[in-house]
Nanobody, 125 residues
Framework: QVRLVESGGGLVQAGGSLRLSCAASTTGRTFSTYAIGWFRQAPGKERIFVARVPIRGDSYYSDSVKGRFTVSRDNAENSAYLQMDALKPEDTAVYYC?????????????????WGQGTQVTVSS
């Protein structure tokens, strides 16, 4: 079992930055054995993939955030992070972190086993 708690959302002007955190508590398997994905959901829209960090190897990003967002993890802290730079109004959404039993991580929200409650990010123009 994994419990995930996101934090760090807020209101920022276009061009600004935010850093989201995802704090995990686990029973059984350790945090280091889960891939972590970040997703976002805008009002009236589906939840979509943003980025993922596997247990090892390269991270992967959606085209819409590539070059602006950076995903990372700190297994010693049982945490993952999403650094968001050069934010745009279209980045406005609720952001979720999720844990995947597949060590590579995947891009469909249906593949993820555990979810946080989400954190709101609002980018003003």
């Amino acid at each position: 079992q994994v419990r995930l708690v996101e934090s760090g959302g807020g209101l920022v002007q276009a061009g600004g930055s935010l850093r989201l955190s995802c704090a995990a508590s686990t029973t059984g398997r350790t945090f280091s054995t889960y891939a972590i994905g970040w997703f976002r959901q805008a009002p009236g829209k589906e939840r979509i993939f943003v980025a993922r960090v596997p247990i090892r190897g390269d991270s992967y990003y959606s085209d819409s955030v590539k070059g602006r967002f950076t995903v990372s993890r700190d297994n010693a802290e049982n945490s993952a992070y999403l650094q968001m730079d050069a934010l745009k109004p279209e980045d406005t959404a609720v952001y979720y972190c999720a844990a995947d039993l597949d060590p590579r991580g995947r891009s469909s929200p249906n593949d993820y086993d555990y979810w946080g409650q989400g954190t709101q990010v609002t980018v003003s123009s």
